[in-house]
T-cell receptor, first 108, second 115 residues
Framework: RKEVEQDPGPFNVPEGATVAFNCTYS??????FFWYRQDCRKEPKLLMS???SGNEDGRFTAQLNRASQYISLLIRDSKLSDSATYLC?????????FGKGTRLHILP | NAGVTQTPKFRVLKTGQSMTLLCAQD?????MYWYRQDPGMGLRLIHY???????AKGEVPDGYNVSRLKKQNFLLGLESAAPSQTSVYFC??????????????FGPGTRLTVL
């Protein structure tokens, strides 16, 4: 079993819709959690950290469920510019483990 | 600040040739990483460093060597390139203390083709 697992998609979503991704992690010792965004042929960039209490940044909401070992990302009122691959990232000690990513296509 | 830079951006090699990829960061970060990214495989860690003069193996280290002689530079070497090493290579760095501890900053990538 991979340490970090994501649905690869693609998710094809009409503009303005709400879309949610989940990511599961297998090691309960994982310490911190993030969502990164990667545009086609570009480097990954931090989208947001994920806290146990849940956190929101504009149209984006991230949640962490330690008991069930998953994190989620919700995008409201999706824009064409949200089309990208979203990477779930888990830190444990010095290790940083990336999921393979979920591809999102926002349709006009 | 330039952030994380990578040299070269593109390279084509023949099987058996050698090359070195250079990663440089100007954020005084302790940690540096080399990843490769292949279609359907996600990012895979090749080697990493937790400080100047240190290196450690990641998930897929075979066929690669690294050096961290200066804090700001992390070099990735291919001694005898193979077609299986055709990939996009990303370098990343992160700091030792919050807030920069939590975020990895990536370079723009090097696209390597081995014929």
């Amino acid at each position: 079993r991979k340490e970090v697992e994501q649905d690869p998609g693609p998710f094809n979503v009409p503009e303005g819709a709400t879309v949610a991704f989940n990511c599961t992690y297998s090691n309960s010792a994982s310490q911190s959690f993030f969502w990164y965004r990667q545009d086609c042929r570009k480097e990954p960039k931090l989208l947001m950290s994920v806290y146990s209490s849940g956190n929101e940044d504009g149209r984006f909401t991230a949640q962490l469920n330690r008991a069930s070992q998953y994190i989620s990302l919700l995008i409201r009122d999706s824009k064409l510019s949200d089309s990208a691959t979203y990477l779930c990232v888990v830190n444990r000690d010095d290790k940083i483990i990336f999921g393979k990513g979920t591809r999102l296509h926002i349709l006009p | 600040n330039a952030g994380v830079t990578q040299t070269p951006k593109f390279r084509v090699l023949k099987t058996g040739q050698s090359m070195t990829l250079l990663c440089a960061q100007d954020m005084n970060h302790e940690y540096m990483y080399w990843y490769r990214q292949d279609p359907g495989m996600g990012l895979r860690l090749i080697h990493y460093s937790v400080g100047e003069g240190t290196t450690a193996k990641g998930e897929v280290p075979d066929g690669y060597n690294v050096s961290r002689l200066k804090k700001q530079n992390f070099l990735l070497g291919l001694e005898s390139a193979a077609p299986s090493q055709t990939s996009v290579y990303f370098c990343a760095s992160r700091g030792e203390v919050p807030p920069s501890y939590n975020e990895q900053f990536f370079g723009p990538g090097t696209r390597l083709t081995v014929l």
